[in-house]
């Protein structure tokens, strides 16, 4: 009988232990970004808080494959200027992953620089070019 009750001990320690660490996940709580206009200039800022498109949007960027510490330069404005918001602890502040979007229509494909920690790039086949595009309702 007593080990039978330090076993289940044990076990609800560890399946306590387990969902703690699975509980520290970071979870997108909005998403901010602006759009360039045809005469230049950047339109007013978008926010998306809806959980749905938010789930979305880190499905999509889970599949991103990134190419780590490349200074990249583009030679005209990003399309797209986007900034993501994770809450990373309960009761912190948020931490902002912001990224700059161009979309190359003559080879359907899109651009990411995310300027966070370490300089990341990322070319975006078609298929998610064209979901991207979608999410952010960007229009060419």
């Known amino acids: 009988m007593r080990k039978r009750c330090l076993v289940g001990f044990v076990l609800i320690l560890l399946v306590c232990t387990l969902l703690g660490c699975i509980n520290k996940q970071k979870n997108l709580t909005r998403m901010e970004y602006i759009k360039m206009s045809a005469n230049g200039t950047y339109s007013d800022t978008e926010?998306?808080?809806?959980?749905?498109?938010?789930?979305?949007?880190?499905?999509?960027?889970?599949?991103?494959?990134?190419?780590?510490?490349?200074?990249?330069?583009?030679?005209?404005?990003?399309?797209?200027?986007?900034?993501?918001?994770y809450e990373e602890e309960k009761n912190m502040p948020e931490k902002l992953y912001e990224y700059e979007i161009w979309f190359h229509n003559d080879i359907n494909k899109a651009v990411l620089i995310g300027d966070?920690?370490?300089?990341?790039?990322?070319?975006?086949?078609?298929?998610?070019?064209?979901?991207?595009?979608?999410?952010?309702?960007?229009?060419?």
């Open 47 to 85: 926010i998306v808080t809806d959980k749905k498109k938010l789930v979305k949007i880190e499905r999509f960027f889970s599949k991103i494959k990134w190419e780590e510490n490349v200074a990249v330069k583009s030679k005209r404005i990003a399309d797209i200027k986007a900034t993501l918001f």
């Open 116 to 140: 966070n920690d370490k300089q990341s790039y990322a070319m975006l086949n078609e298929k998610l070019s064209k979901e991207l595009e979608e999410l952010l309702n960007y229009e060419k």
